[in-house]
């Protein structure tokens, strides 16, 4: 995977929502954020089309873009066990510089752990 790899788990059903590849962890576990269409936490970050490559390299389009995708804003750790991963989309170089704008004073932790403080509106 590289960075700004937007792709879902195809296992575990923690995995239901898209996933940006942000950097290994360990063998067990590597570091990413969260895509979702959900405004119901008020620290979610609105972010625009520009942040996504329609198309792959070769041209063909990706089935995940743009669709009032919002960021949820902090560095999550994901398991490597919801392998295989399946891509459907790519952040733009504007697109990594925004999530790791808005992610860089984030400590990574678990989505359970996250749950835990009090984000809802």
Do not use: Q
Not at 19 to 37: E, V
Not at 42 to 71: A, C, V, W
């Amino acid at each position: 995977m590289n960075k700004g790899d937007i792709f879902f788990g195809e296992r575990g059903s923690d995995a239901i929502h898209p996933i940006i590849y942000l950097r290994p962890r360990d063998k067990n576990f590597f570091i990413g954020a969260m895509l979702t269409s959900s405004n119901s936490y008020s620290d979610n970050i609105l972010m625009k089309e520009k942040h996504f490559k329609r198309e792959n390299s070769k041209g063909t389009k990706y089935k995940f873009f743009f669709n009032d995708t919002h960021l949820v804003s902090t560095e999550l750790i994901k398991r490597d066990e919801w392998k295989p991963f399946k891509k459907v989309g790519e952040l733009s170089i504007k697109g990594i510089r925004f999530v790791e704008s808005k992610l860089s004073n984030k400590n990574p932790e678990f989505w359970e752990d996250y749950l835990k403080t009090e984000r809802k509106k």
